[in-house]
C-alpha cells in the first residue's frame, strides 16, 4: 500500500512538472499598451503580463483566439481603429475585457486592477 501512494505521489509530481514546462511563459517586466486610436489622447497603460498571468488561470481568458500552440498574435490584427464587421474596434475591445474583468474580480471580493481612466492612463 505504501508503494502505491509513493507512485501516486511521484505521478503527480512528474504531471505537474511536465504541465509546468509546457505551459507559455508571460513576458517578463511591465508590457506598454500605447494608444491605439488617432483620437486617443490618453497616455500608454503600463501593465505586468506576470501579475495577470499567475490572477488569470487560462491564457484563452485574454487572448480569446488563441489556439494553445502557435504564437500568440496582438490585439490589433483582428481588432483595428476602426470596427470592423462583428468586432470592437481595439480600444473598445480592451475597454470591454480589461476594465470589465476588473470590475468582475471586485465585485467577487477578489483582487483586481483599477477601472478609472487615470489609474490605467498614467502620464
Known amino acids: 500500500m505504501k508503494k502505491?501512494?509513493?507512485?501516486?505521489?511521484?505521478?503527480?509530481f512528474l504531471s505537474v512538472g511536465v504541465v509546468a514546462?509546457?505551459?507559455?511563459?508571460?513576458p517578463a517586466g511591465e508590457l506598454i499598451v500605447t494608444p491605439m486610436m488617432k483620437s486617443d489622447k490618453k497616455a500608454p497603460v503600463k501593465f505586468s503580463h506576470e501579475k495577470h498571468a499567475v490572477g488569470v488561470p487560462d491564457c484563452k481568458t485574454c487572448h480569446h483566439t488563441w489556439d494553445g500552440k502557435s504564437a500568440m498574435e496582438k490585439c490589433s490584427k483582428c481588432h483595428t481603429g476602426r470596427k470592423s464587421?462583428?468586432?470592437?474596434?481595439?480600444k473598445n475591445a480592451m475597454h470591454n475585457s480589461c476594465k470589465k474583468c476588473h470590475k468582475d474580480r471586485?465585485?467577487?471580493?477578489?483582487?483586481?486592477?483599477?477601472?478609472?481612466c487615470k489609474k490605467c492612463h498614467k502620464k
Not at 514546462?21 to 508571460?26: E, I, R, S, V
Not at 471586485?106 to 478609472?116: E, F, L, M, N
Open 21 to 26: 514546462f509546457a505551459a507559455p511563459t508571460a
Open 85 to 90: 464587421g462583428d468586432k470592437p474596434n481595439i
Open 4 to 12: 502505491l501512494i509513493a507512485l501516486v505521489v511521484v505521478a503527480a
Open 106 to 116: 471586485k465585485a467577487a471580493g477578489k483582487p483586481a486592477g483599477p477601472t478609472s
